[in-house]
C-alpha cells in the first residue's frame, strides 16, 4: 500500500527564515510526486511534478527535490504570503493521488 | 485564478434536498474527479471518469451520484445527505485521462453544509 509522511505537522518562521518541509513515501513504481499549496477555503494550487531521484524544481521561492525515499520543498526566504498547508502526493499505478496530511506552515512578519 | 471552475461555492441544504454541483474545465483534459475534503484534512478520492466514462467509484454512498455529460463538464448529484456529509467537494481534472502521470489541477470547491 503507498504510504506518505509529511514532517513537521506546522511550521512556524520568521520572514526571511528559510527552512525545509519533508515527504516521505513508500510506493510501489512512483508514476509522479507532486506538491501542491493550499489556503483556507481554496482547492490545492498545483506547484510542481518530479518524476526521479535527483530531479529538481524552482518557483520563485520554492525548490522541490527528490530522492528514492524523501521529497524536499525548501522555502528560501519566506514571506508572509508563503503561508499556507503544503501537501505532498505520490502516483503509482492507475489515477489515484496518495496525499500525505500537509504541513501548515506559517510565516510571520 | 483557478481554470476549474465548480459552483456553486457554497451549498446549504437539508437532509431531504436535491442538488447538483457543477464542474468545468476548457484545459481539453480527458480526466476528472471528485473529492471531499474534511477539515484540516487531505482530499479523498470519490469518483474518477477517464474519456468521459466512469472509471473508479471509491465505495461512495449512492446518495452522491456522479455524471460526465461531456468532455468539459462533471456533476454530483446530491440526494438525501447526511450531516457527516458536510465538507469541502473539489473537482480536479487532468490531462492524460487518468492514466498516465500528468497533474491535476484543482478548482475551488463547493463548501457544502447539511443541516
Known amino acids: 500500500e503507498d504510504q506518505v509522511t509529511q514532517s513537521p505537522e506546522a511550521l512556524r518562521l520568521q520572514e526571511g527564515e528559510s527552512s525545509s518541509l519533508n515527504c516521505s513515501y513508500t510506493?510501489?513504481?512512483?508514476?509522479?510526486l507532486f506538491w501542491y499549496r493550499q489556503d483556507p477555503g481554496k482547492g490545492p494550487e498545483f506547484l510542481f511534478t518530479l518524476y526521479s531521484a535527483g530531479e529538481e524544481k524552482e518557483k520563485e521561492r520554492l525548490k522541490a527535490t527528490l530522492t528514492k525515499k524523501e521529497s524536499f520543498l525548501h522555502i528560501t526566504a519566506p514571506k508572509p504570503e508563503d503561508s499556507a498547508t503544503y501537501l505532498c502526493?505520490?502516483?503509482?499505478?492507475?489515477?489515484?493521488?496518495?496525499f500525505g496530511e500537509g504541513t501548515q506552515l506559517t510565516v510571520n512578519p | 485564478d483557478t481554470e476549474v471552475t465548480q459552483t456553486p461555492k457554497h451549498l446549504v441544504m437539508g437532509m431531504t434536498n436535491k442538488k447538483s454541483l457543477k464542474c468545468e474545465q476548457h484545459m481539453g483534459h480527458r480526466a476528472m474527479y471528485w473529492y471531499k475534503q474534511k477539515a484540516k484534512k487531505p482530499p479523498e478520492l470519490m469518483f474518477v471518469?477517464?474519456?468521459?466514462?466512469?472509471?473508479i467509484n471509491e465505495s461512495v454512498p449512492s446518495r452522491f451520484s456522479p455524471e460526465c455529460p461531456n468532455s468539459s463538464l462533471l456533476n454530483l448529484h446530491l440526494h438525501a445527505l447526511q450531516p457527516e456529509d458536510s465538507a469541502l467537494y473539489l473537482c480536479?481534472?487532468?490531462?492524460?485521462?487518468?492514466?498516465?502521470?500528468?497533474?491535476?489541477?484543482f478548482g475551488d470547491g463547493t463548501r457544502l453544509s447539511i443541516l
Open positions: 502526493a505520490v502516483r503509482a499505478s492507475g489515477s489515484r493521488l496518495t
Open positions: 480536479a481534472s487532468s490531462q492524460d485521462g487518468g492514466i498516465g502521470n500528468q497533474p491535476q489541477h
Open positions: 510506493v510501489s513504481g512512483l508514476r509522479g
Open positions: 471518469y477517464s474519456y468521459e466514462k466512469l472509471s
